[in-house]
């Protein structure tokens, strides 16, 4: 019987032990549990803040200001990081407890420089020789040139060059896309005008307006109405022009049934000096 009593005591005792040691090993993991919990949120909130650079596109430059079909020039974008004043950052996280709570407070402020990974123009009908990358940083109220190097298409018209540029946060992320439409008009340099205007027909003043040279020039009668115009003369072929320089095309005209006619003209160019 006394036997029986001393074994019961010990394993009486020997549970109240390990009864506290687990009342210990969970305060203990709570305590580690919370402040794991306040590192992670610390983590997430960015204490030292990563926001976006502030890099906008102030301009861009064309040469030639209107290009002529397959002409070659230059474009040159303007990026400017616009902040000016030091960024402030406040930030308050708190771990509620039972008991108690941990409360973390802090306050940043810095400077964001914008560093730009990668320049280019998108090549879509106009081509693009060149493009921009591993471009550097770009401090508070600087600015920074790209230049890049383009060709018009053949054909006239207002297209629209898209301008893209990847900036990188502090840890090298990319952080902001910029997109950026320039417009660039392709036109042609000839202008045509009545130069001479008779009863048998029409002489017409071709003017090269351009900067320069064109080879192989040529008038020829796009439309007709009311007239007649001989198929071997509704093509008149002037040849090489230099810039500002003036040649005439002539064309002989008969109305038909003494009526009001009308005739349309376009001057079409097969070669651009370069």
């Not at 003017?207 to 020039?217: R, Y």
């Amino acid at each position: 019987m006394k036997l029986l009593r001393r074994c019961f005591k010990r394993c009486v005792a020997k549970f109240k032990y390990l009864s506290i040691l687990a009342v210990l090993f969970c305060v203990f993991a709570s305590a580690t549990a919370g402040a794991s919990s306040v590192d992670e949120l610390l983590e997430k909130s960015e204490i030292a803040p990563n926001p976006v650079p502030a890099l906008h596109v102030t301009g861009y430059e064309l040469s030639p200001e209107v290009f002529l079909p397959g002409d070659v020039g230059i474009l040159k974008v303007t990026l400017k990081n616009t902040q000016e004043e030091p960024i402030e950052k406040s930030v308050e996280l708190e771990e509620p407890g039972e008991k108690s709570k941990t409360v973390v407070e802090t306050e940043t402020t810095f400077t964001m420089d914008a560093f730009i990974s990668e320049a280019y123009i998108v090549e879509r009908d106009f081509k693009v020789f060149n493009r921009h990358t591993s471009v550097g940083f770009v401090g508070p109220g600087d600015e920074i040139e790209l230049a890049f190097k383009i060709k018009a298409p053949q054909s006239p018209g207002i297209y629209m060059l898209k301008f893209i540029a990847d900036v990188e946060d502090a840890h090298g992320n990319i952080c902001k896309g910029i997109r950026y439409y320039i417009p660039v008009t392709v036109s042609h340099s000839l202008r045509i005008y009545p130069h001479n205007v008779s009863e048998g027909g029409v002489e017409l003043a071709v003017v090269n307006e351009g900067s320069g040279g064109v080879q192989a020039v040529f008038v020829e009668v796009s439309r007709e109405n009311g007239v007649e115009i001989d198929e071997c003369s509704k093509i008149a072929y002037i040849g090489d022009m230099d810039a500002g320089e003036m040649k005439t095309a002539s064309f002989k005209i008969n109305e038909k049934g003494g009526g009001n006619g009308e005739v349309c003209f376009v001057a079409e160019i097969q070669k651009w000096n370069k």
